[in-house]
């Protein structure tokens, strides 16, 4: 039995995929006994500071997927120099975001309907760590240092659950501060491992070929995550400021069940791009990757939709609890739409890896569209369920359109 479990190492990859899923986890279970304990109405304060933190790890996968692609790119001293300015401006940033989410806890108190400007302050103060961090792991990511990346994940995830969890049980506190305390925490346990060499205070200057290289890679990405975070998160924090809290905390519970399947494609995502700007480099077809990955995502997400269409008010229950349960019969169709942004999210992250912006403007285009609906129709929590099915069915559709097409431009261009 040990002999045959050595003969069949586990490779790093799957290292990594066992990892994420155990990550995703964690997070799951932090987020579904803050639902149980805090109740939907106090629940509504949570969801906004985990959506806050949505929000930033999305900015920050910014520099993180930029790390990854040099890292790939760029060898000894050219990659010393890379990821020193990446460091450098990763600071600056974070430092920005995070004075402005200070300054403006009391604006955000009063848009999103929450209890407390605190929490803000305190998750401002740790935004500088969580951009040092990103970077940190796209160092780990484009290097397929897979063991290191999946602690600091670890590491983030199970000092942000014990820490958080444990100073309610403990004190009987239920405060959003002490929810934003926990996530600051746990961001300084997501430095875990760190290479402290990376980060040099000296000026660090590149060539005007690669700085080039890097700025445009860099301003494609940002303008895509900016769509992952209006597509993932702009519906939690229009639900916040059209409905009650009551309403906005049962919705925050559906989000959180219905969004497994984008949480499993993340994990995808990670090992695609430096696959293929690899395969990209040594000049080999990339196509059959991204099939591999959209058949794992739409496999997946078709088992999650029949899943919740079936067994929805036990899904709710067993997760949430029975004060929840009036989400039970939207719960198949924000699982529809999240299934079908997730993969279209592959099709888009592949050709980010290439270089190719189309794809990337088709999302911001249909993000754009979904937040618009939202704003325009948001009677019933039903009606915010079906704009996103909407704004999805297109989004997807487009971006299979364009998938058709640019494969027929190339051969075209292989025939002449």
């Known amino acids: 039995m040990i002999a045959s479990l050595k003969s069949k190492k586990i490779t790093p990859e799957q290292l990594f995929m066992l990892s994420v899923l155990t990550v995703n986890g964690g997070n799951y279970l932090y987020n579904l006994i803050l639902g149980r304990v805090l109740g939907p109405a106090q629940f509504a304060d949570a969801a906004v500071l985990i959506t806050f933190l949505l929000v930033l790890s999305f900015v920050a996968m910014t520099f993180q997927l930029v790390t990854a692609k040099f890292s790939v790119i760029f060898e000894n001293s050219m990659f010393s120099n890379f990821i020193s300015k990446v460091y450098q401006n ?70 942000r659950l014990f820490i958080t969890l444990g100073l309610i049980f403990l004190f009987n506190l239920q405060s959003s501060v002490i929810i934003a305390f926990g996530i600051l925490i746990s961001f300084a346990f997501g430095l875990v491992p760190f290479k402290a060499e990376h980060i040099s205070l000296k000026k660090t200057v590149l060539d005007k070929a690669q700085s080039k290289q890097i700025r445009n890679f860099f301003v494609l990405t940002a303008f895509y995550e900016l769509t992952q975070i209006i597509i993932n998160n702009s519906d939690i924090l229009l639900v916040k400021h059209y409905f009650e809290s009551y309403e906005a905390g049962l919705y925050a519970s559906l ?115 979904q937040m618009g609906l939202v704003v325009f129709f948001h009677d019933s929590l039903e009606e915010v369920v079906h704009m996103q099915i909407i704004a999805m069915v297109l989004l997807l559709g487009i971006q299979v359109i364009f998938f058709r097409w640019n494969v027929a431009q190339k051969a075209k261009k292989e025939l002449v």
């Open 90 to 159: 990763a600071i600056v940033v974070g430092l920005i975001l995070g004075a402005l989410i200070v300054v403006f806890s009391g604006t955000l108190q009063n848009v999103f309907n929450t209890s407390s400007s605190n929490m803000f302050v305190v998750f401002g103060v740790g935004v500088p760590l969580y951009f040092i961090l990103s970077v940190n792991r796209g160092a780990f990511q484009g290097k397929k240092a897979f063991k290191q990346l999946s602690i600091t994940y670890q590491a983030e995830m199970l000092s």
């Open 255 to 369: 989000a959180l069940i219905g969004r497994i399947v984008y949480f499993i494609a993340w994990m995808f995502v990670m090992l695609l791009l430096p696959t293929v700007v690899q395969l990209e480099k040594e000049g080999k077809e990339t196509a059959p990757i991204l099939f591999k990955y959209v058949g794992y995502i739409a496999g997946i997400a078709t088992l999650i939709i029949i899943g919740c269409a079936l067994f929805p008010e036990t899904a709710i229950t067993l997760l949430f609890g029975d004060s929840y349960l009036a989400m039970a019969p939207l719960l198949w169709k924000y699982a529809l739409a999240t299934g079908m942004f997730a993969v279209s999210n592959i099709f888009a992250y592949y050709y980010l890896s290439l270089d190719q912006y189309v794809p990337v403007i088709i999302s911001g285009v249909f993000g754009m569209l």
